[in-house]
């Protein structure tokens, strides 16, 4: 568990997102739910950045449980 802070406030990240790797593939989804370019009816494969929001779970102060962006999230000094 890793102490961050979440608008000055100290969150506890209980789960981290982890890549994909051998040992730890992505799970199988639609293709149409899937991260990567898509096709655009007119102007054909559209690119998209790469990668999912990476998602954290996080215990604030108060106990309250919430999943969220990792993003924003920063270390305290």
Do not use: C, D, Q
Request: proline fraction near 17%.
């Amino acid at each position: 568990m890793t102490a961050y802070l979440e608008r000055s406030e100290p969150v506890t990240v209980l789960t981290r997102h982890r890549l994909p790797s051998k040992t730890n593939p992505p799970a199988p989804v639609p293709a149409w739910l899937a991260w990567g370019p898509w096709r655009h009816p007119e102007k054909g494969p559209i690119p998209v950045r790469p990668g999912a929001p990476r998602n954290v779970l996080i215990r604030r102060e108060s106990g309250e449980l919430v999943v969220r962006s990792f993003r924003g999230l920063r270390r305290p000094t």
